[in-house]
């Protein structure tokens, strides 16, 4: 049978980056749902679409496939009618842009079997905002991942240097604490912990540190 793990969390608490090192290390397969949330947003932006546009997207929805597949280096890569997208989504715009769309029923829906299939067959770590809430409610394990949102847009910020993207510190924060605001009062699946979760705050270590903190809490469950 297979071990579904959950990580939730608010933008820019490492789920991502952590959750791809952690699966490695117990040789489970990652899913990133933030990138197919990305994607959606970022078909509707290449037509032109405003993130106000919640009829024109939930039409789109019938002329896109979105999935999630592995390039020949076996790293995860998100499709778009067939196009490896991967290298579009990670822009503060589609970012923002994808914290408006999930809040939209029918893109939840849209991608929901598509995320639980996943699942089903193989054992795998699954992050996003409601993953041990809706998508994934019998998860083995369920974390609740986060950090202060100083030290979120702090490392956020470091990141969007590293990829040469023009951003100051205060701007980014100003984005993460909208983010949260969006993500957390949505009236679909609102980011919060599950009630079964652990609480896991990575605001005192390093990558690193807080990789070894995540490993320790799963393997203790596991």
């Known amino acids: ?110 991608l929901l079997d598509l995320q639980r299939n996943m699942a089903k067959s193989d054992n795998v770590i699954m992050d996003g905002r409601d993953i041990g809430t809706v998508v994934l409610p019998d998860a083995k394990i369920k974390i609740f991942l986060t950090a202060s949102p100083e030290k979120r847009a702090m490392r956020r910020h470091k990141e969007n240097i590293e990829k040469g993207i023009d951003s100051t510190y205060e701007e980014v924060l100003k984005d993460v604490n909208q983010r949260d605001y969006q993500d957390s009062h949505r009236e679909i699946a609102p980011l919060k912990p599950a009630e079964d979760s652990v609480l896991v705050d990575t605001s005192d270590y390093d990558f690193e540190g807080s990789k070894e903190l995540l490993l320790r809490v799963i393997k203790e469950r596991m």
Do not use: C, H, W
């Open 1 to 110: 049978m297979s071990i579904a793990i959950a990580i939730d969390g608010p933008a820019g608490a490492g789920k991502s980056s952590l959750s791809k090192e952690v699966a490695k290390e117990l040789s489970f397969i990652y899913v990133d749902t933030g990138a197919l949330y990305r994607t959606i947003g970022l078909a509707a932006s290449r037509k032109g679409l405003k993130k106000e546009d919640k009829a024109e997207i939930i039409s789109m929805l019938n002329d896109i496939d979105v999935k999630l597949s592995f390039n020949d280096e076996g790293t995860q890569i998100v499709l778009l009618n067939g196009e490896d997208v991967s290298s579009f989504i990670r822009t503060p715009e589609a970012s923002m842009f994808a914290s408006a769309v999930s809040a939209i029923p029918e893109v939840r829906a849209f």
